[in-house]
C-alpha cells in the first residue's frame, strides 16, 4: 500500500494545474488490476494525505455521479 501511495504522490508532479481522480495517476492496466477493497483504501490514504499536506496544493473537490472523488492541483 505504501508503495501505491508513494507512486501516486510522485506521479503529482507530472500533472498540469487542473482537476483529476486518483486513477489518472496510475496507468489503466496498473490501476484495473488493483483490487476493489485496495483501491478504495488508497483512496482514503490519498484524501488524508492532501487534507494534511498543504505543500502539495492539492485540494479535494466534488465527486463524480459514480462515487470518485475529484481532485483539483492548484
Do not use: C, H, P, V
Not at 18 to 33: A, I, P, S, V
Request: proline fraction near 0%; hydrophobic fraction near 40%; avoid cysteine.
Amino acid at each position: 500500500m505504501k508503495l501505491l501511495m508513494k507512486k501516486a504522490l510522485n506521479e503529482l508532479t507530472n500533472l498540469q494545474s487542473g482537476e483529476f481522480l486518483l486513477k489518472d495517476l496510475f496507468k489503466g492496466y496498473e490501476w484495473n488490476r488493483l483490487d476493489r477493497n485496495i483501491r478504495l483504501k488508497l483512496g482514503i490514504l490519498f484524501l488524508n494525505e492532501i487534507n494534511t499536506n498543504s505543500y502539495l496544493n492539492i485540494k479535494a473537490i466534488e465527486k463524480t455521479s459514480s462515487n470518485q472523488q475529484k481532485y483539483k492541483k492548484i
